[in-house]
């Protein structure tokens, strides 16, 4: 456990390519469930073969591809992991939430990446929730919608106007 800990920090430590688009693909994972369990993450595959296909330029960071087993974590790691991702998130260009209900791990990284500068994208119903209708530069109601911005190119244009010149076609 450990070493995923010390290689995330140095991720963090570490130089970043700037020239690349910096993805945070953030979302529910426990959202309000008592129970030790996950919702459905399918959503984590479907928008990171999109975002490899019409998004080369940009390197993804998926919380859960790096923390399979974050609910069997002790209390210290995953205290540490939680505190990491919320610093990530003030070093994206671009945070993708995905909200099919409320989530709260999802607002603080919502929060950290757009008071820190970054493009927030949210695919959600929740267009009346505060945090959704005032972190987002965009909402998109569900997946496929989102799918549908990002292959017509409107993603593309909207990140365009916030961040511009990362968003050359590779």
Known sequence: MERVLEAEEHRLAAPVDR???????????????????????????????????????????????????????????????????????????VLIAYLPEASMGTAIEMWEAYRHGAVVLTISPLKRNWVVRFLSHAVFSDLQEFAEAVRSGKVREILSRWIGPKLARS
């Open 19 to 93: 020239r690349k688009l910096q993805v945070f693909l953030a979302g529910i994972m426990q959202g309000s469930l008592a129970a030790k369990a996950l919702h459905d993450q399918g959503y984590r595959h479907t928008l990171s073969e999109l975002l490899a296909e019409y998004f080369p330029e940009a390197e993804v960071y998926d919380p859960l591809a790096r923390h399979r087993q974050s609910l069997e974590y002790d209390r210290g790691t995953g205290q540490q992991v939680f505190w990491s991702h919320n610093l990530m998130c003030r070093h994206v260009d």
